[in-house]
């Protein structure tokens, strides 16, 4: 009884450290003519929503895959995308401005000159992200 208990033990422990070693991946593959290319997160502006594909904006032009949002959402790191509405993910790093027009909700401005509307969902994320980024 003794021996199966402290076998527990040890799958359970590790089991924790092998969680941790868990990382989000840093890059992305996509098709570009007959290559796969990686493209760096850090690469990327924004993603868009176009039925189900995505649109991957990025430095090196803009990429088409068959992926649903929520899916590449959830490989992202959340330290530097966040959704800023149903259809949209940006870079936080590279978002220049935020606007609040008088009597309008929010939209970001990025890097790439393209402004994004953020639906009142995602407008608290989005701003606890910033100020966390901004410190």
């Not at 990382?23 to 290319?37: L, M, Y």
């Amino acid at each position: 009884m003794i021996l199966l208990v402290s076998i527990s033990v040890y799958f359970v422990l590790y089991k924790k450290d092998s969680s941790k070693l868990e990382e989000k991946p840093t890059s992305i593959q996509v098709v570009r003519g007959n290559k796969k290319v990686l493209l760096k997160n850090d690469t990327i502006y924004w993603i868009s929503a176009n039925g189900y594909y995505i649109n991957l904006h990025t430095n090196q032009g803009q990429f088409l895959l068959r992926r649903r949002l929520k899916d590449i959402f959830d490989t992202l790191p959340k330290s530097d995308f966040v959704q800023i509405h149903r259809s949209a993910i940006v870079n936080i790093h590279h978002i220049t401005e935020l606007h609040q027009p008088s009597g309008a909700g929010i939209s970001v401005q990025m890097k790439d000159g393209k402004s994004h509307s953020v639906s009142r969902a995602h407008v608290k994320n989005l701003k606890e992200i910033l100020k966390g980024i901004s410190h």
